[in-house]
């Protein structure tokens, strides 16, 4: 049974950070993302790393975050920083295989407070 385990949320001052952490057990990855859902909008991409280490953020977000992996335990962080209210959501790990298979993780509470 695939594992992904998300932790790192929290609430925090706007202008503040948070540290997000995915850790994963599966093989053969594509790429790792983190998508958030805020408050009656849609799931909408964050940031994503490929296998290769190509990372992509979200224009809102690319002064403002950072993407990284341990491929030694497996776990994709991201940093962000200068959070802001809007940036308040459920942050979602989502992996992506080399054969498509699709992943999400169970979610994890950030809300940034003005």
């Known amino acids: 049974q695939v594992q992904l385990v998300e932790s790192g949320g929290g609430l925090v001052q706007t202008g503040g950070s948070l540290r997000l952490s995915c850790r994963h057990d599966?093989?053969?990855?594509?790429?790792i993302g983190w998508y958030r859902e805020a408050p009656g909008k849609q799931r909408e991409m964050v940031a994503t790393?490929?296998?290769?280490?190509?990372?992509n953020y979200a224009e809102s977000m690319k002064d403002r975050a950072a993407i990284s992996r341990d491929t030694v335990d497996n776990t994709v962080h991201l940093q962000m920083t200068s959070l802001k209210p809007e940036d308040t959501g459920v942050y979602y790990c989502?992996?992506?295989?080399?054969?498509?298979?699709?992943?999400w993780g169970q979610g994890t509470e950030v809300t940034v407070n003005s």
């Open positions: 989502k992996v992506v295989t080399m054969f498509s298979s699709v992943y």
């Open positions: 599966i093989k053969l990855l594509d790429y």
């Open positions: 790393i490929s296998y290769y280490g190509k990372t």
